[in-house]
């Protein structure tokens, strides 16, 4: 495996931004997004969707240089439209506005429409716990899910993300509404391994584990059978009908001309109601309970959401960033183009 | 099946609540509540409910005469504080709140501690879409979940509910972070009847349909698996941390005694950032798709959530709404008494 310092990493992602005709900041900007992700132990969605992301921008999907702007708003609510600009510079505005409204209102909420791929949704959520807010954001994605009941996929797998500051560390859940990604189905196919629980139905419709068969059928499995396929419906609503934007059926099924997508950031300042020493004192209480549970192997405790990032993230600094080396000889080719 | 008809079964509920205690007006929002439940067919959580819900008055645990008071706030966001009152009182008082933040700031927020059991979450994502608002809330619990990766149960299954207004019917999600409730298991078990899908793990270990095998180990599963245990674990995190009142591994475990509960109440006024036809025009356009979906079963439609609950509730007012006889007889002579 090939490890790279994150200096190194941010660099050249900074380089390849400006080849891809970012202005500086904007560039700095996105690479600490991309090289965080990396960093962080979230391959899928950081260095490694970087060749997705520039024929993204070759094919006109994402456009470097647009800013997203408000097109309407009331109090504490506001609805913005993304230009079809860089979907992870759009979510870090949005998230940005929604925290700075919190502040003033005590909650805050932006409707982004007309934007693109997010990349890793966390970076959201650990943003505004970064300034001491609890967030909630989700966004929906093309259709890459049947309904419960349903054989042609018709739902995004609209990833949630809910974020609680921590001195200790944030406690971030980040979870889309299908069991498994195709990233993460692709990745068990290609070792033939089976997946460690049911991931969707095979061409028969029945239940599997079996990667490929899903892969085949494209019958992904929501989270909870019909749970999961009420929540990403009634996500992709409210993301769409609050900030006019497309609606899952409505975005290009080609990931790398799926644009124009809906988001939704909501934060909330606790300040308003909780001093610091009580929300430390319930928060603690609630995870030093979730520790003491008695683990079902005896040498894996119970971890909170977030808390396996932070091994990671450390990891990564002291030993480097794993980078792919044929993305990694990519992002550095452009960096020289 | 015993059938009565609507009124019937509200006015019967409505004396038994004078019989309880309660002053006349609150004896009459609460027996409707009670009443519509069961009209919609959540028939564990309607009159079903009741006897417990009378233990728990006779217990201490719920004081029929407290009303909620606002503790802190600061703009849009307040905290409140419930006295053990009635929980569905309690929770319908606190989403109007959010709803009348709502009308004033565009989005509302309440945080609810020191309550009781709301019995039906989506009574309040239907009271808030009733009035044209989207709404998202839930609750804590008792504990009755193990985390995953752990045999002992830290977790609640923390009813996460949303709502989204609709002339032809509101889109409404209402669903617990468990894949089954201990009354469907119970349900399931009475009968003999295996579960559709892996609702636990047998005192073994292993997943299982068995619904008395997981009765037995009290180990239900999350929807999702490790999702759904973080998503009871951010939910648990919110409503603590925000009401100041109790987390799950602080509440009783006794069904009877499970008081002292909190809760998370958000109302968004579409109205802020959209006009109706626009939010019209979106919501026909995903619900279309929908139902245009391929169905596993030719003869079996995709719904919405919430869908099958306006044809139960319309079968219900039209044929009366099925009561069960024990109960039915208990509450009558409540009334008496």
Chains 1, 2 share one sequence.
Not at 275 to 295: H, S, V
Not at 303 to 323: A, D, F, K, S, T
Request: glycine share 10%.
């Amino acid at each position: 495996m090939l490890r790279v310092s994150y200096d190194e990493l941010y660099t050249a992602l900074y380089h390849a931004m400006l080849s891809l005709g970012f202005a500086s900041e904007r560039a700095a900007q996105c690479a600490r997004l991309f090289a965080e992700t990396t960093r962080d132990g979230v391959y899928t969605h950081g260095l490694n969707r970087f060749p997705r992301f520039a024929a993204s921008i070759a094919n006109g999907s994402v456009n470097v240089s647009a800013e997203p702007s408000k097109t309407a708003g009331m109090g504490a609510i506001e609805r913005w439209d993304g230009h079809r600009g860089v979907g992870n510079l759009n979510a870090q505005a949005s998230m940005q506005r929604a925290i700075d409204l919190a502040k003033q209102y005590g909650i805050g909420g932006v409707a982004l429409g007309n934007t693109n791929h997010w990349m890793r949704g966390g970076s959201y959520g650990l943003q505004a716990a970064d300034q001491g807010m609890f967030a909630m954001c989700w966004t929906n994605t093309l259709a890459n899910m049947p309904a419960w009941g349903a054989k042609t996929p018709t739902l995004g797998n609209n990833p949630l993300i809910i974020a609680i500051p921590r001195a200790g560390g944030h406690v971030i859940l980040d979870m889309a509404a299908s069991q498994f990604s195709y990233g993460t189905l692709a990745a068990y196919s290609k070792r033939g391994q089976p997946l460690p629980v049911d991931g969707g139905f095979d061409s028969a419709g029945n239940l599997t584990k079996d990667a490929a068969a899903i892969e085949a059928s494209q019958r992904a499995l929501p989270i909870g059978y019909w749970k999961g396929s009420g929540l990403s419906l009634v996500l992709d609503m409210l993301a769409a009908m609050l900030s006019g934007g497309l609606a899952t059926h409505q975005i290009p099924r080609d990931p790398t001309r799926e644009s124009g997508i809906s988001q939704i950031f909501l934060a909330i300042d606790p300040s308003s109601v909780a001093d610091q020493q009580e929300l430390t004192q319930i928060a603690e209480g609630i995870l030093n309970t979730l520790r003491e549970a008695t683990p079902v192997d005896a040498g894996k405790p119970v971890r909170y959401p977030g808390e396996q990032m932070l091994h990671i993230r450390e990891e990564n600094l002291r030993l480097g960033v794993p980078v792919d080396p044929e993305i990694w000889k990519q992002v550095n080719d452009l960096r020289q183009s």
